[in-house]
């Protein structure tokens, strides 16, 4: 079974700082990499999109990718309140599908 | 671009009654779309895989003969909740490939939630 595993947190960072969500998958075979923001009662907004190893920067975010550990990550730069919400990696799992972990919720404080 | 919408946002039915969903890509067209189920604070749970002109492909332990999924065209899935009941009140999420994303990119249409009486 295709899994990947996220802290479901809260995270709580203050604001400016830099938060760092992080993500584990299971199937080595995996190739697409995805980050999604979720507000409550909202659906999930794409943020990022990873396909190579390495690092992928988008405006204050930070997609890093590493294949050979089976793991990805976002960092937040700057936070602000309004990052404040669940962040859901999901991870391509054939056939074009997702498998989506259980996100991780971010809090950022004043 | 990439605009997928959702109608209703919310509805409220009696136990018993067949709800349904219609979900749109507004600005492009897509010949797979998804549909998904969320419980509160839980992930995203696929449920189906729809493709334009062809039977949906319904995931383990969905009901297909509950779960009524229709592709008719480019721009149009719809998912029909037959004889809806308490616990298949939800927060139901279509999605859609993008028109020129990468492998697995997928476009979410805000939500539908539905209280079943």
């Known amino acids: 079974q295709k899994e990947v595993e996220q802290n479901s947190g809260p995270l709580s960072v203050p604001e400016g700082a830099i938060a760092s969500l992080n993500c584990t998958y299971s199937?080595?075979?995996?190739?697409?990499f995805f980050w999604y923001r979720q507000y409550s009662g909202k659906s999930p907004e794409l943020i990022m999109s990873i396909y190579s190893n390495g690092d992928k920067e988008d405006g204050r975010f930070t997609a890093q990718l590493n294949k050979a550990s089976q793991y990805v990550s976002l960092l937040i730069r700057d936070s602000q309140p309004s990052d404040s919400a669940t962040y859901l990696c999901?991870?391509?799992?054939?056939?074009?599908?997702?498998?989506f972990g259980a996100g991780t919720r971010l809090a950022v404080h004043p | 671009g990439a605009v997928v919408s959702q109608h209703p946002s919310r509805v409220i039915c009696k136990s018993g009654t067949s709800v349904k969903i219609e979900c749109r890509s507004l600005d492009f067209q897509a010949t797979t779309m998804f549909w998904y189920r969320q419980f509160p604070k839980q992930s995203l749970m696929l449920m189906a895989t729809?493709?334009?002109?062809?039977?949906?492909?319904?995931e383990q332990g969905v009901e297909k003969d509950k779960f009524l999924i229709n592709h008719a065209s480019l721009t149009l899935s719809t998912l029909t909740v037959t004889s809806a009941h308490p616990e298949d009140s939800s927060f139901y999420i279509c999605?859609?490939?993008?028109?020129?994303?990468?492998?697995?990119?997928?476009?979410f249409g805000p939500g539908t939630r539905l209280t079943v009486l």
């Open positions: 999605s859609a490939r993008g028109p020129s994303g990468g492998p697995g990119e997928q476009f």
């Open positions: 729809s493709n334009e002109g062809s039977k949906a492909t319904y």
């Open positions: 999901a991870v391509e799992g054939g056939y074009n599908k997702l498998i």
């Open positions: 199937d080595r075979g995996s190739q697409s």
